[in-house]
């Protein structure tokens, strides 16, 4: 009876998940996102509840894949995995129906195929070494050193101090405290053996007993028991044709001599087993970060990969800044000392491969070598795009947008920084300054790429002036486009803005020894887990002319551009004074020249000369906006056309009996770039990303285009070598570079 109770308390739990997921209110709007939340935390105090919850999810995703229910596949498969990433004591059975079901969704088209073939490689690494996907997330999350799984994660929490009030940074600071207060590496340790010897053992481990003796033991036999399971689970997990009996063996004999001779009468079943306690998944090493320096987040990359890097990133920031690159970007002359004798026979390695500069090959060539001066030179084809995102999938709309996974032949990628920001739009207008920033830097200096992968991860909160309730979509744009985008993102991201502010207005509670759970810290780590589909959105770039004789300014904006007109300039000398009476026409002439966007996809330049008393730009689309909200302009693969969505508002003149006024009329249109120039003696206000710090007055004229990725000097050397001889080709090359999009990572992606 008790069993059919639990099991009756589950279901309710899940089809309350999937109700939240049909409803058609906004999730800002209510208390939704708990549902998903509870559900997991029942499983957590009850371990022995997880083949339960299992059993319930395999059957709702049968269900739904049986009645085309596909809004609500991912987020079921997505809270399936959360739990068979905890749980031990799952069946083959339940292991292998799991799995067929992600193999029959690799026939749909994405986002679908994505997350299932994701979902699929993860619980083939399962089947064959179970508590694999445990291990590995403990040991990159909180930074345990092991030579058998090296991969390292951090999350770096950014929050801009005038975006964000100073309780919301206060609670999200005390939570996060008090969480990892609890996380020393003594405890995780601990939890990954037991994790790892429940899975591995089964019903022959006595997980209480097991709990008790590896408190009591020291850190130097803990260590050793550590380093020895996490040993015999990667050999399972990484081998081909896993040979189970040997690592198993193993298994069992350091849990009899963790647990004593004891542990072989408990294995036999004769004392009855008490309910084994609970495993938590220690949440992520987060960092908390107040956003008040342009280059920090390039500073705290620095600094993550500074103590392990092979490239020998030196700790003094500045020092590293200075050598070979100017303040103004250039390069200084960058030379290392050549080590071939320029005969292929004599070549330690091959052509392709990097050398270890600690290898004896070296060194014997550095004391036969006379010295040598060469410059380095970086691959020609050098494509930045690739460098930055995860492990290669089946990414195509809402996956990576190009590249073969590994940069430089004998690198890889063992460190992953995980980026969150927390604030509204004029925040992620930020963050694209700094990323743009952050890829400009590195065609230059070329430190982070090799050995990180950069993950985006956004979480929108409002101004303290704006309660969530009254939540204006002026300065939450791109969250509700990732919320029409990703359902599941509405439902569990969404839901923090009302969380957040409700959480800092909450008394703090001085009681250490009680036992709270952190909702906040736990949403945020279900996100940085799961949140692995980005969505790229396009970054555009703006050239502003105070003076036409001068150079331009150039900025980026990432969400929108407005355009205010300003006061008329003070009359020159010698000009007739206006005439009293006369009303003075609003706005100000404007030449617009833009390429109209077509379904062709060819060029077709439109100028049009217009009174205008303002204007926007944007490249987030409003709902009702053209074409399929699932499907907005701004974020596409990197081979579709880019479109700005430009809203201007014209003065129109009319004469009637009272004598002349104005009107005004809306004109929307689509264009990839636009340049406009004022006719008159006004001038324009610029305001990138509704941030009022970004504000650019005097403007006579300003280009808007898509910004290209950055490319690297010798890309540029090369490009204006060609076309110093004549290339046909240089053209081509020219028109078809690729634009930087900056990914934000989601559940899903861009579910059609």
């Not at 008790?2 to 309350?16: G, K």
């Amino acid at each position: 009876m008790e069993s059919s109770d639990a099991e009756l308390d589950l279901q309710r739990s899940v089809q309350a998940v999937l109700r939240e997921l049909s409803a058609q209110t906004s999730a800002l709007q209510g208390n939704q996102g708990m549902w998903r939340w509870s559900l997991h935390k029942k499983v957590e105090r009850d371990p022995g509840r997880n083949p339960v919850l299992v059993r319930i999810l395999l059957r709702e995703l049968e269900k739904a894949e049986s009645k085309d229910l596909w809004h609500i596949i991912i987020p079921l498969l997505h809270t399936l995995m959360y739990v068979l990433t905890k749980a031990t004591g799952i069946t083959e059975e339940l292991y292998h129906r799991t799995y067929t079901f992600c193999t029959r969704l690799l026939t749909l088209p994405t986002p679908y195929c994505t997350v299932a073939l994701d979902c699929a490689i993860r619980l083939k690494t399962e089947i064959a070494a179970p508590g694999t996907l445990y291990q590995r997330t403990v040991l990159a999350e909180q930074n345990l050193m092991s030579e058998m799984y090296p991969y390292q994660e951090r999350v770096f929490l950014f929050v801009d101090p005038e975006l964000v009030s100073a309780s919301v940074c206060s609670a999200l600071l005390l939570e996060i405290e008090a969480a990892q207060g609890q996380q020393t590496p003594e405890a995780c340790m601990r939890h990954v053996v037991c994790h790892a010897l429940q899975a591995a053992l089964g019903e022959a481990c006595h997980a209480g007993a097991l709990h008790r003796k590896l408190q009591a033991t020291s850190r130097r036999v803990l260590e050793h028991y550590f380093h020895a399971v996490v040993a015999a689970v990667e050999q399972m997990a990484v081998e081909a044709s896993p040979n189970r009996a040997g690592p198993l063996e193993r298994l069992d004999c350091i849990y009899c001599s963790c647990c004593g001779p004891h542990s072989l009468l408990l294995s036999s079943g004769d004392p009855p087993q008490d309910r084994p306690p609970s495993i938590p998944l220690p949440s992520p090493y987060i960092t908390f970060h107040l956003w008040t320096d342009q280059e920090q987040l390039w500073k705290e990359l620095v600094l993550f990969l500074s103590p392990k890097s092979q490239l020998r990133l030196s700790a003094d920031l500045e020092a590293l800044d200075l050598q070979g690159l100017g303040p103004d970007g250039d390069f200084a002359r960058v030379s290392v000392l050549s080590t071939d004798s320029g005969i292929e026979r004599d070549f330690p390695l091959g052509a392709d491969e990097l050398p270890d500069p600690s290898s004896p090959e070296i060194e014997r060539a550095g004391l036969q070598r006379k010295g040598g001066i060469k410059k380095r030179v970086w691959p020609p084809d050098f494509s930045m795009p690739g460098s930055w995102d995860g492990p290669p999938g089946l990414h195509r709309r809402t996956g990576r947008p190009g590249g073969d996974g590994e940069l430089l032949p004998g690198v890889s990628r063992v460190h992953t920084a995980r980026v969150l920001v927390l604030g509204d739009d004029r925040m992620l207008g930020r963050l694209a300054q700094a990323y743009h920033r952050l890829r400009k830097r590195e065609t230059q200096k070329f430190c982070l790429t090799p050995r990180l992968s950069l993950q985006l991860y956004y979480i929108p909160v409002l101004a303290p002036q704006e309660p969530a309730a009254s939540r204006s979509p002026e300065l939450g744009e791109l969250a509700t486009f990732l919320g029409r985008a990703d359902p599941w993102y509405e439902s569990t991201v969404n839901t923090l803005c009302s969380a957040i502010h409700k959480l800092a207005e909450m008394p703090l509670c001085l009681d250490t020894t009680r036992t709270v759970d952190p909702f906040i810290l736990d949403v945020i780590t279900y996100y940085v887990r799961m949140g692995t589909q980005p969505i790229y959105f396009q970054i555009y770039t703006v050239k502003i002319f105070s003076d036409l004789s001068q150079d331009s300014v150039e900025d980026i904006f990432l969400t929108e551009l407005k355009v205010k007109i300003q006061d008329s300039k003070s009359p020159k000398e010698g000009a007739s004074p206006r005439r009293r009476g006369v009303t003075e026409s609003p706005g100000a002439e404007l030449s617009i020249c833009y390429q109209k966007a077509l379904l062709s996809h060819r060029p077709r330049e439109v100028t049009i000369s217009l009174r205008a008393t303002g204007l926007v730009l944007k490249a987030i689309p409003d709902s009702d906006t053209e074409g399929s909200p699932h499907c907005p302009p701004a974020a596409v693969p990197v081979t579709a056309h880019t479109y700005l969505n430009v809203i201007v508002t014209e003065a129109v003149k009319s004469s009637n009996l009272a004598g002349r006024s104005f009107s005004t009329v809306t004109h929307t249109f689509r264009t990839s770039s636009i340049q406009i120039q004022s006719q008159e003696q006004k001038l324009l206000m610029l305001l990138l990303d509704k941030d009022n710090r970004r504000t650019f007055r005097d403007v006579v004229r300003f280009e808007v285009g898509p910004c290209p990725e950055p490319c690297s000097r010798t890309q540029k050397s090369k490009t204006s070598w060609l076309s110093s001889h004549g290339q046909k080709e240089m053209n081509t090359t020219q028109g078809t570079s690729k634009p930087l999009l900056m990914p934000i990572n989601t559940f899903s992606g861009i579910i059609q």
